[in-house]
C-alpha cells in the first residue's frame, strides 16, 4: 500500500474504507501478479513446483542428526525458528541442511537470504528480492512485490548472518509471517531476533570425546568432533587415516578446540604439512594456527581471529570493555567476580545487564544451574589481545588479585575455620586464581605467597598434593614482607609434608611457622600454627606432644568461638588418643565433633571425621558401628584419595575380622593404590594395625589365591561397592563381563526388580531389559531368573 492510499499498480486513489488494501480492483492484483511472474520467468522455469537457491553442497555433513531432527520437529510448528551461536559454531552449514531436508518435503519454495556481506539495513529487503527473483516495480513498493510474490506460497526463507543487521532483519521477517500466512523462516544469527513468536535454537560445538586416554582409543574414533577432523583431513590428504598413535592427539585437539566446526575445520586443513601431535601442541596458540581457510569464504570465514573480531566490532563500547576485561578469566566465573573486575567508570550499566547482553550475542554461555558463566577459549584469547592492546591488563588483574586476596584473608583470620563457601568459590575459579598467581609473581607482589597458599590448598583438595608443595617451595623462596602470610604458607607446606611422610621437612617449616607467629599477636594463626605442630608430630609417632598442642589448640579455638576449628582439634585429638589407647577419651572427642563436622557442609571435613569414627569403634571391638561409618564416610566423599583410603583399609580389617581375607586384602589394595596416586601416607599407629591384619589375611588364603586378592578394585567396582554395597569376583565366565555387566547381574542377585535397578543405573527400565536380555545371551541363560541365581553363586557379601 502507499503512503498516499493509491492503487500500487495504477495509482488511482483509494476509498477511504479500503486503504488497507494494496489495489483498487482484482484486476490490478492479477495484471501485477503476472508482471511479477513474467519477470520471475528466468527462475521459474527451472522447476514450476519446487524453487530453490540453496547451494549444492560441496563437502560431507557429519554429525548433527538430533539437532536436524529438532529443528524438522520446531519448523512443523513455529515460522520463526533462529539458529544462535557463536562464531565459528556451524550455524549456517546446519541452517543449509535442514532447508535442504525441507526442500525434499512439503514446500514451495526454499530461498537463501545471504546478508554477510551486506553492510546497510536498507540492503535486506532487496536481498531477499533478489534470492526470490523479483525486481522492483516503477509503481509498486519493492515490500508489496516481494510480499504478493510470497502470499500464496508455502516458502522457507533462510536469513543467513543477521547479527549485524538485526532491527532490519526483524521488521522485514516480522512483515514476512503476518502477510504471507505460509512463509516460515530459518535465521543464523549470534543474537536472536527477539520478536514474537520466535524459537531460539541454540547451535554449540560439536560432541567431543573424552580425554582420558584409557577411554580415549574406543570413544574418539565415534565423535561427531574427530569425524569432522577426518573428513576434512581426506579432503586435503586423501590418504589421511586416525592410527592408533594419533587418536589420543586428535580427541585432544577437538576437546581443546571445544568442537567448534570452524576451528576443526581449519586446523584439519594443515595436516599437509605437519603431524596430528604438532597441529594439537600449536594449538595453544589458536588464533595463529587457525587462519588457512577457503579463499572464497567470506573473509569472516577465513580465519578464526576474523571470525571473532567481526562479532566483537558489532558490540558497544561497555560490551567490548567487559568482553576484554573478562579475559582475564580462565575457565568459568561467578557475578561477583565478574563485577569486581568490570566495575569501571568506564562502565556505567550494571554488570549483570552487561553481561546478560553479552549472553544474548553468544559470546558468553551461561552454566546451567548456577549464576556462572564462560567464554569459549577462543573468544576469550581474542578479547585478551583486545585486552593487552587498550593497556587494561594490569588494571584488570589488579581487581582479580584484590578479589582473591580478599576471598583468601580467611586463611590468616580464621585458618581452621574456612568456609565451604570460599572453598568452592576458590575451586571454581581455579584455573584464574593460576593466572593471578603467575601475574603476581611476575611483579614481586606482596600477596603472592597468600594467594599461591589459596592456590595450593585448592591443588591439595584436588588430590595434587605434590604439586600443592612445589607451588609452596618455590613462593616460600621469594622474598616477603608480610609475616602473616609466609606463617600461612609454611603451615600449609607443613601440613602437606607431613601428609607425604617427609617428616624432616615438615618439622622444618612448622619449627619457622612457630617461630614467626609469636611476634605476630594473631591467636586464630597462633592456634593454626598450634595445630599444623601437632599433626606433624602425630605423623612422626610423638603422640604425647601432639596431644599437647592439640589440647592448647582446642583452648584457643573455644576461647575464639571457632566451632570448625575446636571439630577439627576434637578429631585430631581423638585419633592421637586411640594411638595412645585412650580409646573412651577418643570416643568423647570424636562424639563431639562428628555433628559440628555435619554441620560443616563440607565432604572431605565429614568424611574425615567418619573415618575417625570408625577408628575408634574399630579399636573398641565395635564392628558394625565401624562398617557403618566407613561407609558413610565412602558415600559422602566418593573415592577422593585423601579421604577413601582410611576408610577402605577400615572396611579391609573389618572383613578380615569376619573371616573374609579375599575381601579384606582387595580392600586394602584399593585404598593403598589410591594412597599411592597422591603420595599420601597413614600415620604410624593406623599404618601397622592394618598391616598386621592384611598379613593376617595372607595367611588365611593360599598364596596364588592371596596374590590375586591383591589386585586393587577398578573404578566402576569401587563405585559399585560404594553405592550398593556390591560386591562382584573375577572368577569363571565373570571373567568375560565387564564392570557395568557385573554390577548389573549382582543387583539382580541382590533381589533388585527393573525397575530399582534402572534408578540405581540412572536408565530407562527399557534399557535394564535390553541389557538383561544381552546377558542371558552372553553367558546361555534362559531366564531373569536363571541370571539371578547365577549372579547369586559368584557374588560375596
Same mark, same amino acid.
Given at each position: 500500500?502507499?503512503?498516499?492510499?493509491?492503487?500500487?499498480?495504477?495509482?488511482?486513489?483509494?476509498?477511504?474504507?479500503?486503504?488497507?488494501?494494496?489495489?483498487? !480492483?482484482?484486476?490490478?492484483?492479477?495484471?501485477?501478479?503476472?508482471?511479477?511472474?513474467?519477470?520471475?520467468?528466468?527462475?521459474?522455469?527451472?522447476?514450476?513446483?519446487?524453487?530453490?537457491?540453496?547451494?549444492?553442497?560441496?563437502?560431507?555433513?557429519?554429525?548433527?542428526?538430533?539437532?536436524?531432527?529438532? &529443528?524438522?520437529?520446531?519448523?512443523?510448528?513455529?515460522?520463526?525458528?533462529?539458529? #544462535?551461536?557463536?562464531?565459528?559454531?556451524?550455524?549456517t552449514r546446519l541452517a543449509l541442511e535442514a532447508a535442504g531436508r525441507l526442500r525434499r518435503g512439503r514446500t514451495d519454495r526454499v530461498v537463501l537470504v545471504e546478508l554477510g556481506e551486506i553492510d546497510e539495513p536498507g540492503d535486506v529487503l532487496p536481498a531477499l528480492a533478489s534470492a526470490l527473483g523479483v525486481v522492483a516495480q516503477p509503481d509498486e513498493p519493492l515490500r508489496d512485490t516481494v510480499v504478493e510474490t510470497l502470499v500464496n506460497m508455502r516458502a522457507v526463507v533462510v536469513l543467513d548472518n543477521c547479527e549485524h543487521l538485526l532491527d532490519a532483519c526483524a521488521e522485514l521477517t516480522d512483515v514476512l509471517l503476518n502477510r504471507c500466512p505460509g512463509v516460515r523462516v530459518l535465521a543464523t544469527s549470534r543474537e536472536a531476533l527477539w520478536i514474537t513468536g520466535e524459537?531460539?535454537?541454540?547451535?554449540?560445538?560439536?560432541?567431543?570425546?573424552?580425554?582420558?586416554?584409557?577411554?580415549?582409543?574406543?570413544?574418539?574414533?565415534?565423535?561427531?568432533?574427530?569425524?569432522?577432523?577426518?573428513? +576434512?583431513?581426506?579432503?586435503?590428504?586423501?590418504?589421511?587415516?586416525?592410527?592408533?598413535?594419533?587418536?589420543?592427539?586428535?580427541?585432544?585437539?577437538?576437546?581443546?578446540?571445544?568442537?567448534?566446526?570452524?576451528?576443526?575445520?581449519?586446523?584439519?586443513?594443515?595436516?599437509?604439512?605437519?603431524?596430528?601431535?604438532?597441529?594439537?601442541?600449536?594449538?595453544?596458540?589458536?588464533?595463529?594456527?587457525?587462519?588457512?581457510?577457503? +579463499?572464497?569464504?567470506?573473509?569472516?570465514?577465513?580465519?578464526?581471529?576474523?571470525?571473532?573480531?567481526?562479532?566483537?566490532?558489532?558490540?558497544?563500547?561497555?560490551?567490548?570493555?567487559?568482553?576484554?576485561?573478562?579475559?582475564?578469566?580462565?575457565?568459568?566465573?561467578?557475578?561477583?567476580?565478574?563485577?569486581?573486575?568490570?566495575?569501571?567508570?568506564?562502565?556505567?550499566?550494571?554488570?549483570?545487564?552487561?553481561?546478560?547482553?553479552?549472553?544474548?550475542?553468544?559470546?558468553?554461555?551461561?552454566?546451567?544451574?548456577?549464576?556462572?558463566?564462560?567464554?569459549?577459549?577462543?573468544?576469550?584469547?581474542?578479547?585478551?589481545?583486545?585486552?593487552?592492546?587498550?593497556?587494561?591488563?594490569?588494571?584488570?588483574?589488579?581487581?582479580?588479585?584484590?578479589?582473591?586476596?580478599?576471598?583468601?584473608?580467611?586463611?590468616?583470620?580464621?585458618?581452621? !575455620?574456612?568456609?565451604?563457601?570460599?572453598?568452592?568459590?576458590?575451586?571454581?575459579?581455579?584455573?584464574?586464581?593460576?593466572?593471578?598467581?603467575?601475574?603476581?609473581?611476575?611483579?614481586?607482589?606482596?600477596?603472592?605467597?597468600?594467594?599461591?597458599?589459596?592456590?595450593?590448598?585448592?591443588?591439595?583438595?584436588?588430590?595434587?598434593?605434590?604439586?600443592?608443595?612445589?607451588?609452596?617451595?618455590?613462593?616460600?623462596?621469594?622474598?616477603?614482607?608480610?609475616?602473616?602470610?609466609?606463617?600461612?604458607?609454611?603451615?600449609?607446606?607443613?601440613?602437606?609434608? /607431613?601428609?607425604?611422610?617427609?617428616?624432616?621437612?615438615?618439622?622444618?617449616?612448622?619449627?619457622?611457622?612457630?617461630?614467626?607467629?609469636?611476634?605476630?599477636?594473631?591467636?586464630?594463626?597462633?592456634? !593454626?600454627?598450634? !595445630?599444623?605442630?601437632?599433626?606433624?608430630?602425630?605423623?612422626?609417632?610423638?603422640?604425647?606432644?601432639?596431644?599437647?598442642?592439640?589440647?592448647?589448640?582446642?583452648?584457643?579455638?573455644?576461647?575464639?568461638?571457632?566451632?570448625?576449628?575446636?571439630?577439627?582439634?576434637?578429631?585430631?585429638?581423638?585419633?592421637?588418643?586411640?594411638?595412645?589407647?585412650?580409646?573412651?577419651?577418643?570416643?568423647?572427642?570424636?562424639?563431639?565433633?562428628?555433628?559440628?563436622?555435619?554441620?560443616?557442609?563440607?565432604?572431605?571435613?565429614?568424611?574425615?571425621?567418619?573415618?575417625?569414627?570408625? #577408628?575408634?569403634?574399630?579399636?573398641?571391638?565395635?564392628?558394625?558401628?565401624?562398617?557403618?561409618?566407613?561407609?558413610?564416610?565412602?558415600?559422602?566423599?566418593?573415592?577422593?584419595? &585423601?579421604?577413601?583410603?582410611?576408610?577402605?583399609?577400615?572396611? /579391609?580389617?573389618?572383613? &578380615?575380622?569376619?573371616?573374609?581375607?579375599?575381601?579384606?586384602?582387595?580392600?586394602?589394595?584399593?585404598?593403598?593404590?589410591?594412597?599411592?596416586?597422591?603420595?599420601?601416607?597413614?600415620?604410624?599407629?593406623?599404618?601397622?594395625?592394618?598391616?598386621?591384619?592384611?598379613?593376617?589375611?595372607?595367611?588365611?588364603?593360599?598364596?596364588?589365591?592371596?596374590?590375586?586378592?591383591?589386585?586393587?578394585?577398578?573404578?566402576?567396582?569401587?563405585?559399585?561397592?560404594?553405592?550398593?554395597?556390591?560386591?562382584?569376583?573375577?572368577?569363571?565366565?565373570?571373567?568375560? &563381563?565387564?564392570?557395568?555387566?557385573?554390577?548389573?547381574?549382582?543387583?539382580?542377585?541382590?533381589?533388585?526388580?527393573?525397575?530399582?535397578?534402572?534408578?540405581?543405573?540412572?536408565?530407562?527400565?527399557?534399557?535394564?531389559?535390553?541389557?538383561?536380555?544381552?546377558?542371558?545371551?552372553?553367558?546361555?541363560?534362559?531366564?531373569?531368573?536363571?541370571?539371578?541365581?547365577?549372579?547369586?553363586?559368584?557374588?560375596?557379601?
Amino acid at each position: 500500500m502507499t503512503s498516499t492510499g493509491r492503487c500500487a499498480l495504477c495509482a488511482g486513489e483509494l476509498p477511504v474504507s479500503e486503504q488497507r488494501r494494496s489495489y483498487c !480492483s482484482n484486476a490490478c492484483r492479477q495484471r501485477a501478479y503476472r508482471r511479477r511472474a513474467t519477470v520471475a520467468a528466468p527462475v521459474s522455469r527451472q522447476n514450476p513446483r519446487v524453487l530453490s537457491n540453496l547451494p549444492a553442497a560441496r563437502d560431507t555433513f557429519v554429525g548433527r542428526q538430533q539437532e536436524l531432527s529438532k &529443528l524438522d520437529q520446531l519448523l512443523r510448528r513455529h515460522r520463526l525458528v533462529t539458529l #544462535v551461536g557463536s562464531a565459528g559454531a556451524g550455524k549456517t552449514r546446519l541452517a543449509l541442511e535442514a532447508a535442504g531436508r525441507l526442500r525434499r518435503g512439503r514446500t514451495d519454495r526454499v530461498v537463501l537470504v545471504e546478508l554477510g556481506e551486506i553492510d546497510e539495513p536498507g540492503d535486506v529487503l532487496p536481498a531477499l528480492a533478489s534470492a526470490l527473483g523479483v525486481v522492483a516495480q516503477p509503481d509498486e513498493p519493492l515490500r508489496d512485490t516481494v510480499v504478493e510474490t510470497l502470499v500464496n506460497m508455502r516458502a522457507v526463507v533462510v536469513l543467513d548472518n543477521c547479527e549485524h543487521l538485526l532491527d532490519a532483519c526483524a521488521e522485514l521477517t516480522d512483515v514476512l509471517l503476518n502477510r504471507c500466512p505460509g512463509v516460515r523462516v530459518l535465521a543464523t544469527s549470534r543474537e536472536a531476533l527477539w520478536i514474537t513468536g520466535e524459537v531460539s535454537f541454540p547451535v554449540g560445538g560439536l560432541p567431543v570425546p573424552s580425554t582420558d586416554r584409557d577411554l580415549v582409543t574406543t570413544a574418539a574414533p565415534r565423535s561427531e568432533a574427530v569425524k569432522l577432523f577426518v573428513e +576434512r583431513a581426506r579432503e586435503r590428504k586423501p590418504d589421511f587415516r586416525l592410527t592408533p598413535g594419533d587418536t589420543a592427539a586428535v580427541a585432544l585437539l577437538c576437546a581443546r578446540l571445544e568442537g567448534m566446526p570452524l576451528a576443526i575445520e581449519l586446523a584439519a586443513r594443515w595436516v599437509q604439512l605437519l603431524p596430528v601431535a604438532d597441529i594439537c601442541d600449536r594449538v595453544d596458540e589458536p588464533l595463529e594456527l587457525l587462519t588457512r581457510g577457503c +579463499r572464497k569464504s567470506p573473509s569472516r570465514q577465513r580465519s578464526l581471529r576474523e571470525a571473532i573480531d567481526w562479532g566483537y566490532r558489532l558490540l558497544a563500547p561497555d560490551e567490548q570493555f567487559a568482553l576484554r576485561r573478562l579475559s582475564v578469566f580462565d575457565g568459568g566465573f561467578d557475578l561477583a567476580a565478574a563485577t569486581e573486575v568490570c566495575s569501571s567508570e568506564r562502565s556505567a550499566e550494571p554488570v549483570l545487564d552487561v553481561l546478560s547482553r553479552l549472553q544474548a550475542k553468544s559470546l558468553l554461555t551461561a552454566v546451567a544451574g548456577a549464576t556462572r558463566f564462560r567464554q569459549l577459549e577462543t573468544v576469550r584469547l581474542h578479547a585478551r589481545e583486545k585486552l593487552v592492546a587498550a593497556g587494561e591488563l594490569d588494571v584488570a588483574y589488579e581487581a582479580l588479585a584484590r578479589w582473591f586476596t580478599d576471598l583468601a584473608d580467611v586463611l590468616v583470620t580464621a585458618p581452621l !575455620s574456612v568456609p565451604a563457601e570460599v572453598q568452592r568459590k576458590l575451586d571454581d575459579h581455579v584455573d584464574s586464581l593460576l593466572g593471578t598467581v603467575e601475574w603476581a609473581a611476575g611483579r614481586s607482589d606482596e600477596r603472592l605467597l597468600l594467594l599461591t597458599t589459596a592456590l595450593a590448598d585448592c591443588a591439595a583438595r584436588s588430590g595434587r598434593l605434590g604439586q600443592a608443595r612445589v607451588m609452596l617451595r618455590d613462593a616460600l623462596r621469594r622474598p616477603s614482607t608480610r609475616d602473616d602470610y609466609r606463617c600461612v604458607a609454611l603451615n600449609h607446606a607443613a601440613r602437606f609434608a /607431613a601428609e607425604q611422610g617427609d617428616h624432616a621437612e615438615a618439622a622444618e617449616l612448622s619449627a619457622e611457622a612457630a617461630g614467626l607467629v609469636r611476634a605476630l599477636g594473631l591467636p586464630a594463626l597462633l592456634m !593454626s600454627s598450634r !595445630s599444623t605442630l601437632a599433626a606433624v608430630q602425630q605423623s612422626s609417632g610423638e603422640w604425647e606432644a601432639s596431644v599437647r598442642n592439640n589440647t592448647e589448640c582446642l583452648r584457643v579455638a573455644e576461647l575464639l568461638g571457632e566451632p570448625l576449628a575446636r571439630a577439627k582439634c576434637l578429631v585430631d585429638l581423638a585419633r592421637t588418643s586411640v594411638s595412645l589407647g585412650r580409646h573412651d577419651r577418643a570416643q568423647s572427642n570424636v562424639m563431639k565433633a562428628l555433628p559440628i563436622s555435619r554441620a560443616s557442609g563440607m565432604p572431605a571435613r565429614i568424611a574425615s571425621a567418619l573415618n575417625t569414627r570408625g #577408628v575408634v569403634a574399630l579399636v573398641r571391638g565395635e564392628l558394625e558401628e565401624a562398617e557403618h561409618a566407613f561407609r558413610e564416610a565412602l558415600r559422602m566423599d566418593g573415592i577422593n584419595p &585423601l579421604t577413601a583410603p582410611d576408610a577402605l583399609e577400615g572396611l /579391609a580389617v573389618v572383613a &578380615l575380622t569376619r573371616g573374609r581375607a579375599e575381601r579384606a586384602l582387595r580392600l586394602e589394595a584399593t585404598g593403598r593404590a589410591l594412597r599411592r596416586s597422591v603420595g599420601v601416607v597413614p600415620d604410624p599407629f593406623w599404618a601397622g594395625k592394618v598391616a598386621g591384619a592384611m598379613r593376617t589375611a595372607r595367611l588365611m588364603l593360599p598364596a596364588a589365591c592371596a596374590d590375586a586378592a591383591s589386585t586393587p578394585l577398578t573404578a566402576a567396582e569401587t563405585e559399585a561397592f560404594i553405592q550398593d554395597d556390591v560386591w562382584l569376583d573375577r572368577t569363571a565366565a565373570g571373567e568375560a &563381563l565387564d564392570d557395568g555387566e557385573r554390577r548389573v547381574i549382582a543387583l539382580i542377585a541382590s533381589g533388585l526388580t527393573n525397575q530399582q535397578i534402572a534408578n540405581r543405573l540412572g536408565v530407562s527400565v527399557r534399557t535394564v531389559a535390553a541389557r538383561l536380555q544381552r546377558l542371558r545371551e552372553k553367558l546361555g541363560l534362559r531366564s531373569r531368573e536363571d541370571l539371578a541365581a547365577w549372579g547369586a553363586e559368584r557374588a560375596i557379601g
